[in-house]
Structures are given as C-alpha cells and as structure tokens.
C-alpha cells in the first residue's frame, strides 16, 4: 500500500465550482497533517495545516479523520488562481520533520 | 524578507560528472531539508539537518549523494559520478519548526 495515495485527477472545473479531494494515509503513526499546493514547474507552499476538529482558511477547509486514516480538502468558490496540484502530506518522526508527500490532485479551475 | 536560495536553477551535465547543489536557509531556521522530485516517485526526502548536524539521511539513495551543512546558512547536495536516473528536481527546504517547512525555487538537474 502506498504511503499517501491521492485521486491524480485532473478535476477540471469551473469557476465558482465548489470541489473536494480526497487522500489517505497508512503510517498511524502520523501526527501532523497538511495540505500543500504547487504550481506547474514550481516549489510546493503550505497551503495550510490539518486539524482533528476540522479547520476553515476562507474558501478552504481541511478535516481529518484518523481512525480511518483519512484527509480531505474543500474548496468553495473556485478562482482561476486555484489551479495547482494539491498535495496531501501527512508528518511524522520527532517533531513531526518527515513530511511524506503524495503525487498530488491536479485542478484545473476554467472561466 | 528572502525566502530559500538555491543555485543553479538548472543544471545540465553529462554522466559520469560530479554535480554540486548549494541551497542557503531562510535565516534564522535551524531545520534543512534536501528533496527529489520526479513523475514516477513524486516528492521524496533525501536528507534532513537539524542545527547543522544530518538527522536522519536514510532517504538518500546510494553512495554517489552526499550533503553537508558546513554552517547555518549553507548547505551543498553533491552526486559523483552523475547518472540518467539522476534526472529530476532537487529542492531545499528550511524551518523553525521541523514540521513548516519553506520550500527554494529548486534546481532542475538533468544528465544526458
């Protein structure tokens, strides 16, 4: 089973569109969680971290679940900017310093 | 305030040649990370520092990779001898805490 295993997409769709990824984890040990963007031939940002009670940053929101090992990420209200792949990193280790990256969900976001 | 330096941007070399990476940290951050991206592993992490000393290294892939961290704002990713399959994205990452990790531009390495 692959550590971190992502829909590859792409998902196209368009503005205004509200879309959800998905991603799941099989190291338990697991303790910080985060959503990552990066865009074409660029380096990946923290877009931003994952919380057990759930977390809203404006159009995004991030839920985990651990007892299914299980992440996902929200976005209302698509802009054209969101087109990026979305990477799904969970963290472990001491301090949490392994950040285990999946291949990413690509989106597309059309006028 | 500048984020992670990393040279060259691209680098195209022949195999068999030795290719040296320079990344410079965020300042002030004492965690540095190497990684390799490619289409067919995704984002890997090849070595992590912590205050200059290498961590954990188990990610990098065989004896022709080397780092170091001579001091707090410098750290190199050597490969000799360079190979094909050593093509790919390198990037440097930098943080305070260990699990917030900023990202260099990356080098785009490839070796014909």
């Known amino acids: 089973r692959k550590e971190v295993e992502q829909d590859p997409g792409p998902f196209n769709v368009p503005e205004g569109a509200t879309v959800a990824f998905n991603c799941t984890y099989s190291n338990s040990a697991s303790q910080s969680f985060f959503w990552y963007r990066q865009d074409c031939r660029k380096e990946p940002k923290l877009l931003m971290s994952?919380?057990?009670s759930g977390n809203e940053d404006g159009r995004f929101t991030a839920q985990l679940n651990r007892a299914s090992q299980y992440i996902s990420l929200l976005i209302r209200d698509s802009k054209l900017s969101d087109s990026a792949t979305y990477l799904c990193?969970?963290?472990?280790?001491?301090?949490?310093?392994?950040?285990?990256f999946g291949k990413g969900t690509l989106l597309t976001v059309n006028p | 305030d500048a984020g992670v330096i990393q040279s060259p941007r691209h680098e195209v070399t022949e195999m068999g040649q030795e290719v040296t990476l320079r990344c410079k940290p965020i300042s002030g951050h004492n965690s540095l990370f190497w990684y390799r991206q490619t289409m067919m592993r995704g984002l890997e992490l090849l070595i992590y520092?912590?205050?200059?000393?290498?961590?954990?290294d188990s990610g990098m892939p065989e004896d022709r990779f080397s780092a170091k961290m001579p001091n707090a704002s410098f750290s190199t990713l050597k490969i000799q001898p360079s190979e094909p399959r050593d093509s790919a994205v390198y990037f440097c990452?930098?943080?305070?805490?260990?699990?917030?990790?900023?990202f260099g531009p990356g080098t785009r390495l490839t070796v014909l």
């Open positions: 994952v919380y057990s």
């Open positions: 990193v969970p963290a472990s280790g001491g301090s949490n310093y392994k950040l285990t």
């Open positions: 520092f912590n205050n200059n000393v290498p961590i954990d």
């Open positions: 990452a930098s943080s305070l805490q260990p699990d917030t990790q900023y």
